[in-house]
C-alpha cells in the first residue's frame, strides 16, 4: 500500500512528467476489483476526461489529488498498487483500473492490488469526501510540532498503544503498518507500549523519529517494495520487515520476533523494545 512518501514521490513526478498534457481519452479499466471505488461510470469519465488537461498534482497523507482543467480533479486514495507513465510507443499493462491516453501518445495508469479510490470530482468538492475533509495534519506539515504532537496524543479517545496512534485511524495522516515498525524500533517502543504512559522524553524520541524516516523515506524515493511513475522501486530498505524475523537486530544481535497485532504483523526486538 502507497503510505506518505510514496504519494509525495509519486506528485512530484507527476508534476514534472505529466503536468501539461491534454487528455485524449479517459477509462475505468479494463478489469473489475470489486475493492476499487469508482463515483463515475465508465461512459460519464470518458466524456468528463476528454480534452481536460493535467495540471498540479498533490498529496495529503495517503490521498493524491490530480487538477484536471478545467474544472475537475481526480482523487486516488488508500492504494495499492501501481501508477505507471507510459512514453509514447509502450504497450499498456494487461490489467488496468484507470487509464488515461494524452494526445502526445503517451498514457498513465493505476492499477490496484488490494483496494482504492480512483474518483473524479468537480474542482473543489473532493474537500468533501469522508476521510479528506477532517485529515488531521500529516508529518511533512510545518504544524506536526511536537506541541501539536502532544495535544494529540492528550485528546486520544480510550487506551491507544504506540502502533495504534501511528497506524489507526489516521491519526497521523499518511503512516501505515510498513513505515511504523521502523519508527517504533528507531524510537526504541514496543507496538504494544501504552500511549498513555509515554513519558515526555518518549514523545519527544517518536515524534522526532517520525520526522526523520518519513523524510529519509522521501529523499530516497519510497520504500524497496513500491514503485514510482517510471516502474522503479524506492531505495527505503526497512530495517523490520519479513526478511527481519529471525535475524539478529542490528543493535543488540537479539533474534528478531514477528507478532499479530492490531490487524497486521509487527516485527520488533523484543530486547530494544521491552
Known sequence: MFELP???TLSKQMNKILRGKKIKRGVLGNSPHKF????RKHAEFEK??????????????????IDLKPGYELLFGECGGKMLYHPPGIGLP???HLWLA??????F????????AYELYEIGKARNRKYVKDMRTTPTDDKFTFEYFCRLIDTLPGKKSVKGLLTQDQLIPGLGNAIAQDIMFTARLHPRHPVEELTKDNRRKLHKVIMIIVRDVIKKGGRYDEYDLHGNLGKYVRVMDKNAVGRPCPECGTK???IQYLGGACYFCPECQK
Open 6 to 8: 510514496e504519494y509525495m
Open 36 to 39: 476499487v471505488w469508482y463515483n
Open 48 to 65: 468528463l476526461t476528454r480534452d481536460k488537461t493535467v495540471g498540479e498534482a498533490r498529496s495529503e497523507g495517503r490521498w493524491l489529488f
Open 94 to 96: 494487461k490489467r488496468y
Open 102 to 107: 494524452f494526445e502526445d501518445g503517451s498514457s
Open 109 to 116: 495508469t493505476a492499477t490496484t492490488q488490494m483496494w482504492g
Open 256 to 258: 528478531i520476533q514477528k
